[in-house]
């Protein structure tokens, strides 16, 4: 199957749970559509009543037998039929107007619930996809996809999709009433339309990888927007104000370009469209014409003709403007289905086991893992008891984070196994492996929202007391109540209202209150000073107790106390023990830790020689 069809049958899915509302909204626009048919048969029998040709024009109604007989047995002439033909056409217009009604209703709740349902398809499926992904993606795409597509897609499923049935039927009826009452005529009037069909194929041929360009191109100028807002303190921060604007501006342009090739499309395309349409209703008046001086047509049935042509030259425009919507639609949906059709790399095991309460223990059995074709760890063996710390240490690039985004399985192992409490991280739920862990990442993230909403992410069902008793272990509890609102003080995005150690204090917080059986601080107080730090150091002594803690920190001073040293050199673990036992060891623990002393005396000699001056 095409894959143009393939992925417009799929979107048409999205309105199989409102049939019924599918069939009302086709049945409206059926009955607008074969109302307006009976108008150009009514006009026509009133001209020929007016040109004196009676009921004997060989008009439409005069070949409908329940017509020509009611009109027969009502023997209408002059002035009296003149307001019958009028009423009729206010009766006609009445009834169109209720029908139109129904269909611009139907239509745009179907289009408006369509999109509800895109949208929410959409955002679950990204909630499910793995850390690998959004590590990948960039988010000013999916938003240009999560908004941009949709809207074009609702568009479409909503308004168009009936217009898109609509014009065939217009197309057919008025080729059937041709064929019925003028067969010569009607082959004459009709074969340009075999054109017009061409034209149309051809037409959406051209535009819908036209369409999917320019849909591609704004997704990037959406990253590059959304990166610059994000950052707009670094771009302050280093002056490169003018570098981004022209930046921005290189995308803009080639969006813009993108758009022109579309509409170039549409400037060679509609003017044949509508020269088809004028060359059929020039054939129409011109083989008709004769056949009104030779007597065989009326003047009335020509003008019924005429109007019926004339009837599709609107929607013969419009099916320009519905191939274009279909092919912005099906673009749309390739771009959603990209997302959509991507699996999560982390999926849980068909009968995937729900987690007991942990003590903690966690082993990492013969572990190796890369990124993609990229090794990162290779044949990794420890084991980490419960009420004990575990400080990972090494060089940048050497796998620490790595290692901490195994445990609650951020991603999944190329080789070996994680276990925690003997259970296979890979055979128990998400949800109940993930709630008994928690994270301190390097990139404190808060949300825009108050104080109190971001500790309380971490357990939704945290009252104020134990909002409180977070903050305070995390010394953070000080610093908010200083804030305008105290804990109801709503940060600004992504917490750029507060310094990066407050952030800090806030995240761990947001990290004790779940009460974990796990912690992971992954570099958490990178952001913290030196005495801030020290004070972390002391609540967490007091909290890891019956916990099995994690730590990543480039300050040994911090890894001091920690119960095992695993200390990673380019994926695999070179040295452990504890810290007294790596310093006597001599190996490369003990020269990074001579090195920062180093630095350190140093500085403090900076400091004494400025104190002397």
Not at 106 to 113: I, M, P, Y
Not at 440 to 450: E, G, I, N, P, R
């Amino acid at each position: 199957m095409p894959e143009f069809a393939r992925v417009s049958l799929r979107l048409l899915g999205f309105l199989r749970p409102y049939r019924g509302r599918v069939l009302g909204a086709y049945l409206a626009m059926a009955g607008s559509t074969l109302l307006g048919l009976a108008v150009p048969a009514i006009l026509g029998w009133a001209i020929d009543l007016a040109l004196g040709a009676g009921r004997s024009g060989g008009g439409i109604l005069d070949r409908l037998p329940v017509a020509a007989a009611l009109l027969a047995r009502l023997d209408l002439r002059g002035t009296d039929a003149l307001l019958v033909a009028a009423a009729l056409l206010v009766a006609i217009a009445l009834l169109r107007g209720a029908f139109s009604l129904a269909e611009m209703y139907l239509g745009a709740w179907l289009s408006q619930r369509v999109a509800f349902d895109l949208r929410n398809a959409f955002f679950n499926h990204l909630q499910r996809l793995s850390f690998g992904f959004h590590d990948r993606a960039q988010s000013g795409d999916l938003m240009s996809r999560a908004i941009g597509d949709i809207g074009k897609i609702q568009t479409f499923l909503g308004e168009g999709l009936l217009e898109a049935v609509s014009v065939p039927i217009l197309f057919l009826s008025v080729a059937g009433i041709l064929v019925w009452q003028a067969p010569a005529l009607a082959l004459v009037a009709l074969s340009p339309m075999l054109l017009l069909l061409l034209v149309t194929l051809r037409f959406g041929q051209v535009i819908e990888p036209r369409f999917r360009a320019v849909q591609d191109q704004e997704g990037v100028i959406s990253t590059r927007a959304q990166e610059n807002f994000t950052g707009m303190r670094v771009v302050k921060a280093f002056a490169r104000e003018p570098w981004e604007i022209a930046r921005y501006a290189e995308e803009n342009e080639v969006f813009l370009q993108r758009r022109i090739r579309a509409i170039h499309a549409f400037a060679d395309f509609f003017p044949t469209m509508n020269a088809v349409v004028g060359l059929t209703l020039a054939l129409t008046l011109l083989v008709g014409g004769q056949q009104v001086l030779a007597g065989t047509l009326s003047v009335g049935s020509l003008a019924s003709i005429a109007f019926w042509i004339t009837q599709l030259g609107a929607p013969t425009q419009n099916l320009g403007f519905l191939v274009n919507r279909s092919s912005e639609a099906v673009a749309a949906g390739k771009r959603l289905y990209e997302i959509l059709d991507t699996p999560p790399e982390v999926a849980e095991a068909a009968a995937a086991l729900v987690l007991p309460p942990l003590s903690g223990r966690v082993a990492f059995v013969d572990v190796s893992f890369g990124y993609g074709e990229q090794p990162v760890l290779f044949n990794l063996d420890f084991a980490a008891e419960p009420n004990q710390v575990v400080a990972l240490f090494g060089p940048t690039g050497s796998g620490k984070s790595s290692v901490v985004n195994l445990i609650p399985r951020f991603y999944d192992v190329t080789g070996g196994a994680v276990l925690v409490d003997g259970h296979d991280v890979r055979q128990v739920t998400l949800e109940s492996l993930r709630a008994q862990i928690a994270t301190v990442l390097q990139d404190s993230f808060l949300f825009s929202a108050t104080i109190r909403d971001n500790i309380a992410y971490g357990r939704l069902d945290a009252d104020d007391e134990a909002v409180v008793a977070a903050a305070r272990a995390a010394r953070a509890h000080d610093f908010i109540l200083r804030l305008p609102e105290g804990y109801d003080t709503i940060i600004g995005e992504r917490g750029v209202t507060l310094s990066g150690g407050q952030r800090q204090r806030v995240a761990i917080a947001r990290a004790l209150v779940m009460q974990p059986r796990i912690l992971i601080l992954d570099d958490a107080m990178s952001a913290v000073d030196t005495e801030t730090e020290h004070q972390i150091r002391e609540a967490l002594s007091e909290l890891m107790q019956g916990r099995t803690t994690f730590i990543i920190a480039q300050r040994l001073l911090t890894l001091k106390r920690a119960d095992l040293i695993l200390v990673l050199d380019g994926g695999r673990i070179v040295e452990r023990g504890s810290h007294a036992q790596l310093l006597a060891a001599g190996g490369l623990y003990a020269r990074i830790y001579d090195l920062q002393l180093k630095d350190q005396e140093t500085l403090a000699a900076e400091a004494r020689e400025e104190g002397r001056s």
